[in-house]
T-cell receptor, first 113, second 108 residues
Framework: GAVVSQHPSWVICKSGTSVKIECRSLDFQATTMFWYRQFPKQSLMLMATSNEGSKATYEQGVEKDKFLINHASLTLSTLTVTSAHPEDSSFYIC?????????FGPGTRLLVL | RKEVEQDPGPFNVPEGATVAFNCTYSNSASQSFFWYRQDCRKEPKLLMSVYSSGNEDGRFTAQLNRASQYISLLIRDSKLSDSATYLCVVNNNYQLIWGAGTKLIIKP
């Protein structure tokens, strides 16, 4: 069946480096990809919405130049955290959506030292 | 078999009724469990964590059955505002495995 995967599962990096997170959907053509961030013991916070082939729409307070989103195809979206800082440490989750069906990825844990 | 399975529904329930749905998981080593609620076209919101001893929050009761590998969510005195999709989430080695959700529709 259709699943969504994220890679990598874990990232530990030094402050100032950039990290790319991939979100892939298998057997599911996602017209829209959502990127969420989750801090410990909190619910998901929507960061941005991207439609295939167009620019992402960012939520208020999310810097588009810091969190670069590319949705190049119906099965792949990437989130790049540029010049990561310790406050960017979080759990990043993607969701692939089409025709009212949302499939969630397993998440990527980012720890910035 | 999917790692986390839910009946997609929809469950059509009259207002005031009690409704319950389950979520089964395949990995017996799963560490923690959650129920999320997602309203149409909105982000999922954490409804409650599921503890081994079962837990209650107002009209909502969550239970975990490790032997049979399922968690349940029971909603009492259902209200129109409970209409949503309920997502079961299982934590496996710090990765969240999401069920596809159960759609609940409360009717007046």
């Amino acid at each position: 069946g259709a699943v969504v995967s994220q890679h990598p599962s874990w990232v530990i990096c030094k402050s100032g480096t950039s990290v790319k997170i991939e979100c892939r959907s298998l057997d599911f053509q996602a017209t829209t990809m959502f990127w969420y961030r989750q801090f410990p013991k909190q619910s998901l916070m929507l960061m941005a919405t991207s439609n295939e082939g167009s620019k992402a729409t960012y939520e208020q307070g999310v810097e588009k130049d810091k969190f670069l989103i590319n949705h190049a195809s119906l099965t792949l979206s990437t989130l790049t955290v540029t010049s990561a800082h310790p406050e960017d440490s979080s759990f990043y989750i993607c969701s692939a959506s089409r025709a009212g069906t949302d499939l969630f990825g397993p998440g990527t844990r980012l720890l910035v030292l | 078999r999917k790692e986390v399975e839910q009946d997609p529904g929809p469950f059509n329930v009259p207002e005031g009724a009690t409704v319950a749905f389950n979520c089964t998981y395949s990995n017996s080593a799963s560490q923690s469990f959650f129920w999320y609620r997602q309203d149409c076209r909105k982000e999922p919101k954490l409804l409650m964590s599921v503890y081994s001893s079962g837990n209650e929050d107002g009209r909502f009761t969550a239970q975990l059955n490790r032997a049979s590998q399922y968690i349940s969510l029971l909603i009492r005195d259902s209200k129109l505002s409970d209409s949503a999709t309920y997502l079961c989430v299982v934590n496996n080695n710090y990765q969240l495995i999401w069920g596809a959700g159960t759609k609940l529709i409360i009717k007046p």
